[in-house]
């Protein structure tokens, strides 16, 4: 237990010869011996039993305590790591960061913050609960790993480029969706843009570009057979209410006509009249003077059948450029129908007339 060196050697004194009278042990040699014990025992540990730091222990009677003895200070080292300094000869605090690369991080409670400034590797997956923050990145997220693919043109934008079949497609930085056979910009694109109609109306456009021959939208059908389907449905609510259709012959442009869909169901009348009033005209197109063309003002027609316009007369858009006017002519269908149907009533009634005068 101590480590004092003895100042007398009893040893030597058993080895003279009886008699000799160096070979008595004096009381006060064995006092020196004891007071040499004691003081070795006093500089090893305290009156309650701790043993210093200098002297091999912790210094302290708890684990709280042994920490704040042995560690480097507490103090303005919050969130900070132990680790052994640059030149290995002792162990110090240090930010929690660095400029290597980070191969393994294990746990499985919650990390409030990591700020790297190298590369992060990891053969599992990261769970983000916030918003992760990459300010200068040299390098981009794969589509794959939940990135979009790129690191500029459209912000968010999944980026496509590839080969499928025959020809090419890819969304490029003007946000236009391009396919065709080895240069999709001079083939056929599909894209969307914000059209005349004011702020927040978008618009998806089939663009057949240089191509005059070409269809800008072709819906083909390749069922067998003469049963009725659909090629586009127009839907409002999830319900559809028209369709262009085929029977694999023929198209047939619908609208909902159900009984069931329908109320206050009347006969027309005074249909003679309503067609006297309509002003049919013919006419040459502003953007087209070569062609000549029959039919009607929208906004004459909409005097007499008004459900088969759309739109008002005049209008622009926000721009100034024309908010053109738009007419169905179906609807005057019916119109049309009714007012033969009084002609040829009238007809009848004038044959019966003339047959009963001629009988005379």
């Known amino acids: 237990m101590s480590n004092y060196t003895k100042s007398t050697n009893f040893a030597s004194k058993d080895a003279l010869t009886s008699g000799n009278p160096l070979k ?18 006093a500089t090893k540990s305290d009156s309650g039993g701790i043993t210093a730091v200098a002297s091999g222990g912790t210094g302290a009677t708890t684990a709280a305590g042994a920490r704040a ?62 918003t992760l923050n990459v300010s200068s990145p040299t390098g981009v997220l794969p589509v794959a790993n939940g990135g979009t693919g790129s690191a500029s043109g459209v912000a968010a934008s999944i980026v496509i480029a590839g ?48 191509y005059a021959d070409s269809s800008s939208l072709f ?22 209410y028209a369709a262009i259709a085929t029977n694999g012959t023929t198209i047939t442009y619908g609208t909902s006509s159900d009984y069931r869909l329908k109320t206050n169901v009347t006969p027309l009348a005074d249909s003679t009249n309503k067609v006297k009033a309509l002003k049919p005209c013919s006419y040459n197109w502003v953007n087209a003077p070569e062609i000549h063309s029959q039919g009607f003002l929208a906004h004459e027609l909409a005097v007499v059948v008004p459900q088969a316009v759309v739109g008002e007369k005049d209008a622009v858009n926000a721009d100034g450029s024309i908010k053109s006017q738009q007419v169905d002519l179906s609807y005057v269908i019916p119109l049309l129908t009714a007012a033969l149907q009084e002609a040829i009533a009238r007809i009848e009634a004038l044959e019966v007339r003339i047959t009963a005068l001629e009988s005379q």
Request: hydrophobic letters at 35%; one cysteine or more; charged letters at 10%.
């Open 69 to 130: 003895n042995l560690l480097p200070t507490f103090a303005s080292n919050i969130g900070k790591v132990l680790a052994v300094n640059s030149s290995a000869t002792d162990v110090e605090f240090v930010a929690a960061g660095g400029t290597g690369t980070v191969t393994s991080v294990a746990g499985t409670g919650t990390v409030n913050g990591i700020s790297l400034s190298g590369t992060v590797t990891t053969s599992g997956s990261i769970t983000l609960g916030g």
């Open 163 to 210: 080969t499928f079949s025959s020809g090419t497609y890819a969304l490029n930085s003007s946000s236009l969706l391009r396919l065709g056979a080895s240069s999709p910009s001079a083939n056929w694109r599909l894209y969307s843009v914000p059209v005349n109609q004011g702020t927040g109306h978008p618009s998806i456009v089939s663009d057949r570009l240089n």
């Open 24 to 41: 008595i042990v004096k009381g006060t040699e064995i006092d020196t011996e004891f007071n040499n014990i004691a003081t070795a025992i």
């Open 219 to 240: 819906c083909n059908d390749t069922t067998s057979g003469s049963t009725s389907r659909n090629l586009i449905v127009f839907g409002l609510n999830n319900t559809g």
